[in-house]
């Protein structure tokens, strides 16, 4: 009995619709905040290595050493003493291809739990609440791959 009331309530919040259900603003100001400063992780896998170290005319292995460090067991960029991204020269060097991480942020799970989760992340992002409106599905899509947080 009780594992079906568990299930039942299991289902009503799966059924629930998310609280950002006509979708979020979001527009990247390329303000570099989320690139410098503090210490981070920039996972990458496969995928980024084999884009990344291509569009920099790179081959994999010299791009792996140079580039990327071990941080609790995954691949992520190295940052500078100060803690800036690697890539980071006066805007992100590698835009166009930047890791997953990169791409879809701030559509991450950690930030869309509830809506408080997003407006606290908002004071570190102007791009929040700005600009182009991207539609629950479009949310949900970014969320999909393996966004369990970075
Ligand atoms: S903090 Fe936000 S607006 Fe600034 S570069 Fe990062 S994603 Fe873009
Ligand atoms: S890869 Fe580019 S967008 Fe990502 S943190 Fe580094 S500089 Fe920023």
């Known amino acids: 009995m009780r594992s079906v009331r568990l299930m039942e309530n299991i289902k009503v919040m799966q059924d629930k619709e998310p609280w950002y259900k006509n979708g979020l ?3 990247c100001q390329r303000c570099g905040d989320c690139c410098r400063g503090e210490p981070g ?7 980024d290595i084999k884009k990344i170290s291509s569009y920099l005319k790179i081959k994999q292995e010299p791009f792996t050493k140079h580039y990327l460090r071990i941080v609790n067991g995954s691949l992520s960029l190295r940052e500078f003493r100060n803690g800036d991204c690697f890539m980071y020269d006066n805007g992100c060097k590698i835009y166009e291809v930047r890791p ?10 950690s930030n869309l739990r509830i809506e408080s989760d997003w407006e606290k992340q908002k004071h570190t992002c102007p791009g929040m609440d700005k600009g182009r409106l991207h539609d629950c599905q479009e949310v949900e899509k970014k969320l999909k791959p393996e966004l369990d947080d970075f």
Request: proline share 5%; charged share 30%; hydrophobic share 45%.
């Open 100 to 109: 997953l991480q990169c791409r879809t942020f701030p559509f991450w799970k």
């Open 41 to 47: 992780i920039v996972k990458v896998d496969i995928n």
């Open 25 to 27: 603003k979001f527009e």
